[in-house]
């Protein structure tokens, strides 16, 4: 399998549930993204990991913990989520942060209800 | 602050030819992406502009002015796979991507 693999595909949750979601990447790349996208508006970066290292975090709410055990897993774990927290996912990769023209390799993405 | 404006649909008809137009400001400049993303579908990167003028990839082009902070993507021969979101984006003087909210572009038999 190549590419950026993200799971599950679909998520139905209530707000007091526990989920996680997982992404995992086949293209040897030393960076890993959390983005959310929401209808009609921009891509919302959330966490960037470079080499298992935390980089940034767009002040994200703490119902929002991310896990990086390594360069090819990328976890976002869920908690007490509110229903504006409803939205598409995203998980991308890329060979090195910070380097012009760096180009992103997403997954097809979670796409989250919170009821 | 900074902000990329591109219109939100478009309509057109197979075998034609489409622009989609895409405005920025920014705090300096590294760059400017266009992503094509499929209904329920990932990203996928289709052109990297740095340079100003266009460069052309088989159907796709793409355009860019750094002076008037605008570029376009061209479609030609349009086919109905076509149909799709374009998502713009401009890497600022941090490396930091700044995206559009997308053109929904929608193509007619």
């Known amino acids: 399998e190549t590419g950026v693999t993200q799971t599950p595909r679909h998520l139905v949750m209530g707000m007091t549930n526990k989920k996680s979601l997982k992404c995992e990447q086949h293209l040897g790349h030393n960076a890993m993204y959390w983005y959310k996208q929401s209808a009609k508006k921009p891509l919302e970066l959330m966490f960037v990991y470079n080499f298992k290292e935390q980089t940034e975090n767009n002040s994200v709410p703490s119902r929002f913990s991310p896990e990086c055990p390594n360069s090819s897993h990328l976890f976002l774990h869920l908690h007490t989520l509110q229903p504006e927290d409803s939205a598409l996912y995203l998980c991308?990769?890329?060979?090195?942060?910070?380097?012009?023209?760096?180009?992103?390799?997403f997954g097809s993405g979670t796409q989250l209800s919170v009821l | 602050g900074q902000n990329i404006d591109q219109p939100t649909e478009m309509t057109a008809t197979e075998g034609a030819i489409v622009q989609i137009n895409c405005t920025y400001q920014?705090?300096?400049?590294?760059?400017l992406f266009w992503y094509q993303q499929h209904a329920g579908e990932a990203p996928t990167f289709l052109s990297y502009?740095?340079l100003d003028g266009l460069e052309e990839k088989g159907r796709f082009s793409s355009f860019l002015s750094r002076s008037k902070g605008y570029s376009y993507l061209l479609l030609k021969e349009l086919q109905m796979k076509d149909s799709a979101s374009y998502l713009c984006?401009?890497?600022?003087?941090?490396?930091?991507?700044?995206w559009g909210a997308g053109t929904k572009l929608i193509i007619k038999p």
């Open positions: 502009n740095v």
């Open positions: 991308a990769s890329s060979h090195d942060p910070g380097q012009g023209g760096e180009k992103l390799f």
């Open positions: 984006a401009v890497m600022d003087s941090n490396y930091q991507l700044i």
């Open positions: 920014t705090s300096g400049f590294n760059g």
